[in-house]
Nanobody, 122 residues
């Protein structure tokens, strides 16, 4: 098990920024690929970004490419998602996920957090 806890969500105006954090409690994430997903009301959960175990490779979904940056600090067991130029369509619950070793730019992650709400007002 990899307990994951997201934080940093909130209400922001369009054009604003947020930084989401995902902390692994009591377990090192050093050997895990990490990812962010989001789910808007009435829609399926969708991939946002992923990062390999070392942080040397990152992947982004087209809707967030150029606006979001995923990063990690293995010493702190934490993964981040910096989101800039936010749009109302970015409104969703954002989930952190982990998968042992191999990064996947899509579904296929084994461990999930509870999510953090991001709301972007127009």
């Amino acid at each position: 098990q990899v307990p994951l806890v997201e934080s940093g969500g909130g209400l922001v105006q369009a054009g604003g920024s947020l930084r989401l954090s995902c902390a692994a409690s009591g377990r090192s994430i050093r050997s895990y690929a990490m990812a962010w997903f989001r789910q808007a009301p009435g829609k399926e959960r969708e991939f946002v970004a992923a990062i390999n175990w070392s942080g040397g490779a990152t992947y982004y979904a087209d809707p967030v490419k150029g606006r979001c940056t995923i990063s990690r600090d293995n010493a702190k067991n934490t993964v981040y998602l910096q989101m800039n130029s936010l749009k109302p369509e970015d409104t969703a619950v954002y989930y952190c996920a982990a998968r042992y070793y191999t990064v996947v730019a899509g579904m296929g992650y084994d461990y999930w957090g509870q999510g953090t709400q991001v709301t972007v007002s127009s």
